[in-house]
């Protein structure tokens, strides 16, 4: 039995429906898509042999399968707004409409698929997972490299400053009344000039800045500076890097946005298990089977950026990303 553990069926990067079953030679009984907001039975996504599949589903029947799904996904959203149900239930009939798509049964034998990148040749033939064709020839974009070691060092410090709070056991009312302060003065510095961007501190942000070291931390991945000590207010502004802030303003307030979202649910920090853990890879090259340009480059599956996602033109019927880790690393 093959389990496909997605963060989020509707959100981040298209899926590869084919890679596992054709690429790599396997064969899978049920694969589920878990996210914070329920699990779902994604497992027509991963193949084109639907009947199949459903001939080899016999650990129970499939209405008991629905049923504790969606008990789960009950549970899951316990305690949210009518808005916030509304929202999930449209998301969840999509997703159901586009699952049910006779794009994801049919049988496409002209789709060249890589098979598995990692270990030796001999070992992958072994297993029969060298795919379709052993090289990446089938892929019609260049290799692309990935400018997102900002993401990282936003991600660490977060990850910092939420450690603090967890040693210090901080209550959590007093965490999210942190972590709002810090959205609005990021808001406040994306909407700002390009050129100048300068925001003044208030009495209530100079205390979290001489409390919270990492505060500071933060503020130099997104390449602005504190400004505490010297002649006139108290400020924060940019470092010179223009660009670097630009670009790492929206990734920042996409990642205080989902811990928010998570302390709200009752989500805590635990370090290593929540959102965001530190030590994340980047500055690797990406290849992908296809891309829609300009906005659905395949590094944009990478950037932090919520809105943004790689786009496979092709999708539907079958389609891959690669990530290969800089330097020859091993993780």
Known sequence: MFRWIHLDPCEGVYD??????????????????????????????????????????????????????????????????????????????????????ATYLEVNNSISLPGRQSGSVEWRAARSELGQADSLSCSSCPIRRCVDAHVSKIYDALSAILS???????????????????????????DANFKSRRVT????????????????????????????????????????????????????????????????????????????????????SVLASSEQLPIGIATAAFDGIRLSKWEEPDGAKGCWLMYKVHGGQTC
């Open 16 to 101: 590869n429906p084919l890679l596992y079953e054709k690429g790599w030679n396997k064969k899978l009984d049920y694969a589920i898509g878990i996210s914070k907001d329920g699990v779902h039975d994604i497992t027509k996504r991963y193949t084109r042999k639907w009947h199949e599949v459903l001939s080899r589903r016999t650990i129970t029947s499939e209405d008991t399968v629905s049923a504790i799904l969606m008990n789960i996904t009950r549970k899951c959203r316990s305690g949210l707004s009518s808005d916030e149900l509304l929202a999930l239930e449209n998301r969840d009939r999509k997703e159901s409409e586009e699952l049910s798509k």
């Open 164 to 190: 603090h709070f967890c040693d210090n056991n901080i209550p959590n009312e007093r965490i999210i009344e942190v972590f709002v302060t810090l959205r609005s003065l990021m808001q406040n510095l994306k």
């Open 201 to 284: 501190l208030d009495q209530k942000l100079q205390q979290i800045f001489e409390i919270l070291p990492s505060a500071e931390r933060l503020l130099s991945a997104i390449s602005l500076k504190a400004e505490l000590h010297t002649v006139g207010d108290p400020s924060v502004a940019t470092d010179g890097n223009l660009i670097h802030t630009s670009l790492a303003l929206p990734v920042a307030l996409d990642a205080v946005d989902e811990i928010l979202s998570n302390y709200k649910s009752n989500i805590f920090y635990t370090k290593g298990h929540q959102f965001p853990r530190g030590n994340r890879l980047c500055s690797g």
